[in-house]
Structures are given as structure tokens and as C-alpha cells.
């Protein structure tokens, strides 16, 4: 599959045991994964043709799918891993988003049996893409903070990457109402935790950090505290009350669908000089020079993919 663009959308997709057209994936109304929300899913990049830390996001993806007892999925670790490589090569993209995501399924009993489900597995790649433009990586993006909360840990575990956004969702229209594009959410007790597709940072007296609780344990944050530590930076996760934040000398989001992005303002109000920091900086440039290190970064794999089968992997 050259490219496939035959839908407007460039980029190779993967589900029931073949590549196909991103268009062309789909999930029945009667999935729960529709109907509950019952999904989780994680997203790798690929820079220059090199996948970043995807080993750390195949933990993430084990202990996601353990968490939401996902037990009748069709492929295993080396098996997804051999999936994201194909979607990657058959789409030929060097710089890619990659999705893999997994839902409960439909049941096949009466009383919509959980454990009757069959769980459904899909992945797909598509070119690379950041949460704030190009030029707001190089001015700074301005967020508001949402009156709307982010849904509590207790009820919705957040370390499990999952669609289950109404609150990402009416925090934003929170934030168009307001004339801005990001909402970052607080939680009951007015601390900061995190917004649609980020984690956020603070820099504060000399200190970095980004919220400990009710939040995804981004990779990219991970990367952020590794890095700060090279710089000689304190970094830790903390709470973080939301008046901090406003006060802060610098504050940036982090993801992988973007990397480290400074923000400008926070409700109108600038963040120091109202430009990037001097940390943001350097760790940024510091975050896109690990892309090449072979101890962050796998090369992809772009020979002709094989035909994926349930439990296995034939060469066609
Ligand atoms: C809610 C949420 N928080 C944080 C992140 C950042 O995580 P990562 O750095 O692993 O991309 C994401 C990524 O999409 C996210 O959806």
C-alpha cells in the first residue's frame, strides 16, 4: 500500500489480520468500546525513521490492557510491536504518529455480558503531527484553566491512556468560548493535572514540576525529568495548586504529539517575559537529540511486512 491517500488520508491501518486504508477501520455500534468508552489505546512517534522509546510505550500498553482485563486480544507484545513496524513501512512515512488501540468488543450473551466479549485490536499510522501549531512551538500557546474537572482517579483510572474525554471535551469548549484553543483541568482540590493529548510542567524558583496524581504517566514526562537531571535541574511530581502555576517562571506541556511546548499565557496573564524559557529551551533541544540515540530510538523496519495472522506472524 503506497501512501494510501485514496481517502484523504495518508497512512496504513491494521485490523482483523490485514494492513488496509486508515479509512477503512471501523468499529461496530455494538462494541463496548463505542458504547462504555471501554478502550484504551497509546501512541509512539517515529522521527527521522526512528520509533522513540517505543519499548516504554509497549510497558504502558501491557499494563493498560492488563488493567482493563483485556484477556482474549488476538496478539502479544512481539506481535504489535511487528504490526506498528508494518503500518509504519507500508505507509512509508519517516515521521509518523502510531496508534494501537484495544476495546472490549461486542458481547455475545444476553445482559451485554462483559466476558462474553471478544476483545477488538486496531493500529495505524499516520504523518506527524503536534497538539499546538508550528508557530506556537516557537512563540508559546496560550491556555485557560477549565472550571470544568478532570474526572477523578477513583473513577477513571487516567494512567490507563483511554478515550473516555467528556471532560477534555467541555473544558475545551470552555476554552473557545474564551477565545483560546488549550484547557488544562484542575482536579476537586484545585490542583493542576493535565489536558487533552498533555501533561504539563512548572518551573518555579529553580524547581520542575509536573502534577504526581490524576494524571497519564506521559513518556514524554518521563523524558522531561530524565533530561532535567542531566541540566542539573530539580524535577519532581508534586501537587501543584493552581495559583503556583500562574505565578510560575516557566511552564511548558509535554506529549509525544508535539514534544515540549512552551506556553505564552495562562487565563491572559503571561508567564514570565511572555516568550520561551530558557529551561523549555534547552530541554527541547535536548528532547529531539535523544531521537537519534539507540538507546531511545529503534529503527524502523521498513522491508515488506509480512501478513499478520491471530497469534502469529507469516511472512506472505
Ligand atoms: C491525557 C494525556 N495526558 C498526557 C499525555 C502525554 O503523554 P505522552 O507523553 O506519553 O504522549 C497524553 C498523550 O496523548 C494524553 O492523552
Redesign the pocket.
Known amino acids: 500500500m503506497e501512501n494510501n491517500k485514496a481517502d484523504g488520508v495518508q497512512g496504513c491501518g491494521f485490523s482483523e489480520g490485514e494492513f488496509k486504508p486508515v479509512s477503512e477501520l471501523s468499529i461496530p455500534v455494538t462494541d463496548m468500546g463505542f458504547q462504555l468508552a471501554d478502550m484504551c489505546y497509546d501512541?509512539v512517534h517515529v522521527r527521522n525513521g526512528r520509533f522513540f522509546r517505543l519499548d516504554d510505550h509497549l510497558d504502558r500498553w501491557e499494563l493498560s490492557i492488563a488493567e482493563r482485563r483485556y484477556d482474549s486480544l488476538d496478539y502479544d507484545r512481539n506481535c504489535v510491536e511487528e504490526i506498528l513496524h508494518g503500518c509504519v513501512a507500508q505507509a512509508n512515512l519517516k515521521d509518523s504518529m502510531i496508534y494501537f488501540l484495544a476495546t472490549r468488543g461486542s458481547p455475545s450473551a444476553a445482559h451485554k455480558d462483559l466476558r462474553t466479549c471478544r476483545n477488538r485490536f486496531m493500529a495505524w499510522a499516520i504523518p506527524y503531527y503536534g497538539v499546538v501549531s508550528e508557530e506556537e512551538l516557537s512563540t508559546g500557546c496560550d491556555i485557560v484553566v477549565a472550571q470544568t474537572i478532570r474526572i477523578p482517579p477513583e473513577a477513571v483510572d487516567?494512567t490507563v491512556?483511554n478515550f473516555g474525554r467528556l471532560d477534555f471535551v467541555r473544558a475545551l469548549f470552555e476554552a473557545y468560548d474564551r477565545n483560546a484553543l488549550y484547557a488544562v483541568l484542575l482536579d476537586q482540590d484545585d490542583n493542576v493535572t493535565?489536558?487533552?493529548?498533555?501533561?504539563i510542567f512548572m518551573l518555579r524558583e529553580g524547581r520542575l514540576i509536573s502534577p504526581k496524581r490524576g494524571?497519564?504517566e506521559?513518556?514524554?514526562?518521563r523524558t522531561v525529568i530524565e533530561l532535567a537531571e542531566c541540566l542539573n535541574v530539580e524535577a519532581e511530581l508534586a501537587s501543584i495548586p493552581v495559583t503556583d502555576l500562574t505565578h510560575a517562571d516557566e511552564v511548558f506541556l509535554?506529549?509525544?504529539?508535539g514534544g515540549i511546548m512552551p506556553v505564552r499565557s495562562i487565563d491572559g496573564v503571561n508567564i514570565g517575559d511572555g516568550s520561551p524559557g530558557p529551561v523549555t529551551r534547552r530541554l527541547t533541544e535536548m528532547y529531539w537529540g535523544l531521537h537519534d540515540d539507540p538507546d531511545y530510538s529503534t529503527p524502523v523496519r521498513y522491508e515488506p511486512a509480512g501478513t499478520i495472522k491471530d497469534h502469529g506472524l507469516m511472512t506472505a
Open positions: 501512541v487516567p491512556k493535565e489536558g487533552r493529548g498533555w501533561n494524571v497519564l506521559g513518556i514524554t514526562r509535554s506529549s509525544t504529539a
